[in-house]
């Protein structure tokens, strides 16, 4: 019995560090809107880290989402998940994360997009920026 108490008070303890992760990043995501062009999102969050093209496979593919282009990921500091906008073909928004959930601890590599989709890459650098 003393384990499931100690547990449930490590639950409880965890959930405000989960709930309260709204970086700068994530309260500028938060207020895009549906609709919204890659051009304004860029302008109101900065260049992407990275891009997701349908044609990309792997581990974050959009491959099999109907009617998606492309998706932009924003680092969103070393404990919170990435701001993540998904653009259909005439690059308006049709999905938004904003990032806010946030772990105690930096997130595992692996949970990160790969580099493959770095903006870093020329063929994707013209995607992240306006």
Known sequence: MKQ??????VFC?????LAQGKTELSKKAA??????????????????????????GGPGSIRDLEGVALQLQWENGPTCFPVTLVFDSDMKVVSIDDGATC?????DPS?????????KKEDRSHLCRS
């Open 4 to 9: 499931i108490v100690v547990a449930f008070v």
């Open 13 to 17: 303890l965890a959930i405000p560090a």
């Open 31 to 56: 207020k895009i809107k549906s609709g919204t062009s890659r051009e304004a999102v860029i302008e109101a969050l900065g260049p992407a880290t990275w891009a997701v093209l349908p044609g990309d």
């Open 103 to 107: 772990l105690p601890e930096p997130l």
């Open 111 to 119: 949970w990160l997009p790969a580099a493959d989709y770095s903006c």
